[in-house]
């Protein structure tokens, strides 16, 4: 099981790595053949398995989101706790609601992510 206190200061550190907008920050809390699922891949990307395997191929896929402007923010809404898993609520780009779900691996590392958009428009 997940300590709650490791898990809230992991969301912490992985919004404040996401605010700075250091891919290298970022991609530390991510094992080399992480794999991460996610709408946006397949809008960017046009692969309707959704889906990106590998650091290098994640750091490319996250690349262009570091010079958005107006620049990429996350607000940490919540942190949910599981046996292997985090998921981390927040508010995206354009004030969307992510639901974004880390398998950890036992040394610290997100081995997986899985993200969800917030299927209503309300952006409050």
């Not at 990307?45 to 996250?62: I, T």
């Not at 942190?79 to 779900?101: C, H, K, M, N």
């Amino acid at each position: 099981m997940i300590a709650r206190e490791w898990a809230l200061e992991f969301a912490r550190e992985w919004i404040d790595a996401w605010n700075s907008h250091d891919l290298d920050r970022i991609l530390s809390h991510y094992t080399d053949d992480v794999e991460v699922s996610s709408p946006l891949v397949v809008e960017r990307l046009n692969k309707p398995d959704g889906v990106v395997k590998g650091k290098d191929a994640v750091r490319e896929y996250w690349r262009p989101s570091m010079s958005l402007e107006p620049p990429l923010e996350f607000e940490l809404l919540d942190v949910l706790v599981g046996v292997d898993q985090i998921t981390l609520y927040y508010r995206s780009a354009g004030r969307r609601v992510v639901g974004e779900t880390l398998s950890i691996d036992p040394s610290g590392k997100a081995t997986r992510g899985i993200v969800q958009w917030s299927a209503t428009d309300d952006k409050e």
